[in-house]
């Protein structure tokens, strides 16, 4: 059984940084794309990250370019997301997802076929 | 990269179907057959339905379909039944290793 489990969250000040993980079990790690999603209160699904199964492409949305930085560690089956300079914006539930396919290259199979239960970082003074 | 556009409400009687629309350009949307649509119940995650526009993952009721023409993906849910009640989000890949959700749109059963 395919099972994604988010930590790290909680509530920082504005300009702070976070570190979210996300541990991953049931499937092979390293044969996958990893993402990270996130739903701000009452509003709507917002692509964040994604990273491929060699950390050798890894893409960003505008609104976190420069200011967060996703890594994953193979060994470990872990994912993470390092966020600095946090804005209270930036408050969300934070979900981590499981890419279908090992690469963006890839001309298919591009879903988000599993999902974590999120991650809820709040920012604010 | 903008948010692909979904209309905000949808709704349906039991039974009849409805369609969701999603809009981007050609740069996602249009581009790619790489356009996936989730559905999520309050206070759960989004589950997938439908991947590369029209393919129904294993276990999804093949009451959802999906297509798309131009920049325009669309889903379609027939037989409408009291649990399709929930958001719906399409979303596209955008090239260079970025994705695109559409706004979301809420279907109801009425």
């Known amino acids: 059984e395919v099972q994604l489990v988010e930590s790290g969250g909680g509530l920082i000040q504005p300009g702070r940084s976070l570190r979210l993980s996300c541990a991953a079990s049931?499937?092979?790690?390293?044969?996958?794309?990893m993402h990270w999603v996130r739903q701000a209160p009452g509003k709507g699904l917002e692509w964040v990250s994604g990273i491929s199964w060699n950390s050798g492409s890894i893409g960003y949305a505008g609104s976190v370019m420069g200011r967060f930085t996703i890594s994953r560690d193979n060994a470990k089956n872990s994912l993470n997301l390092q966020m600095n300079s946090l804005r209270p914006d930036d408050t969300a539930l934070y979900y981590c997802?499981?890419?279908?396919?090992?690469?963006?290259?890839?001309?298919?199979?591009?879903?988000?076929?599993?999902w974590g239960q999120g991650a809820l970082v709040t920012v604010s003074s | 990269q903008s948010a692909l556009t979904q209309p905000a409400s949808v709704s349906g009687s039991p039974g009849q179907s409805i369609t969701i629309s999603c809009t981007g350009t050609s740069s996602d949307v249009g581009a790619y057959n790489l356009v996936s649509w989730y559905q999520q119940h309050p206070g759960k995650a989004p589950k997938v339905m439908i991947y590369e526009g029209s393919q129904r993952p294993s276990g999804v009721s093949n009451r959802f379909s999906g297509s798309k023409s131009g920049n325009t993906a669309s889903l379609t849910i027939s037989g409408l039944q009291a649990e399709d009640e929930a958001d719906y989000y399409c979303c596209s890949y955008a090239g260079s290793s970025v994705y695109v959700f559409g706004t979301g749109t809420k279907v109801t059963v009425i």
């Open positions: 049931g499937f092979t790690f390293d044969n996958y794309a």
């Open positions: 997802a499981k890419g279908a396919v090992g690469d963006f290259w890839a001309s298919y199979r591009h879903e988000f076929d599993f």
